[in-house]
Nanobody, 122 residues
Framework: QVQLVESGGGWVQTGGSLSLSCAAS??????MGWFRQAPGKEREFVAA????????YYTDSVKGRFTISRDNAKNTVSLQMNSLKPEDTAVYYC?????????????????WGQGTQVTVSS
């Protein structure tokens, strides 16, 4: 049985930092990443990284502030979030893709975690 279990998140003031982690079990994945969903908005891509660690991709709004990393030995993916802004407030979801067509589309990710809340106050 495949499971993605997130940890981390919480509350922080503007400019602060938080770290998210996701532990996967049941199989390995071509790519793992993070999406987020704010109230009343669609789920959006944040960042992803491939198994080979050669390719990572970020949405423009987080470039230079967020860093995605992956530990293949532990089958985990992490997201270090710095210089947080109120607009980063959302539920963050870990996601995993089993195909090379990982990209930024929600539909390219077959497995999802339960989500963890990140709140950035102004």
């Amino acid at each position: 049985q495949v499971q993605l279990v997130e940890s981390g998140g919480g509350w922080v003031q503007t400019g602060g930092s938080l770290s998210l982690s996701c532990a996967a079990s049941g199989r390995t994945f071509y790519a793992m990443g993070w999406f987020r969903q704010a109230p009343g908005k669609e789920r959006e891509f944040v960042a992803a990284i491939t198994w080979s660690l050669r390719n990572s991709y970020y949405t423009d709004s987080v470039k230079g502030r967020f860093t995605i990393s992956r530990d293949n030995a532990k089958n985990t993916v992490s997201l270090q979030m710095n210089s947080l802004k109120p607009e980063d407030t959302a539920v963050y979801y870990c996601a995993a893709s089993t195909t090379p067509n990982w990209g930024s589309k929600v539909s390219n990710y077959a497995y999802w975690g339960q989500g963890t809340q990140v709140t950035v106050s102004s």
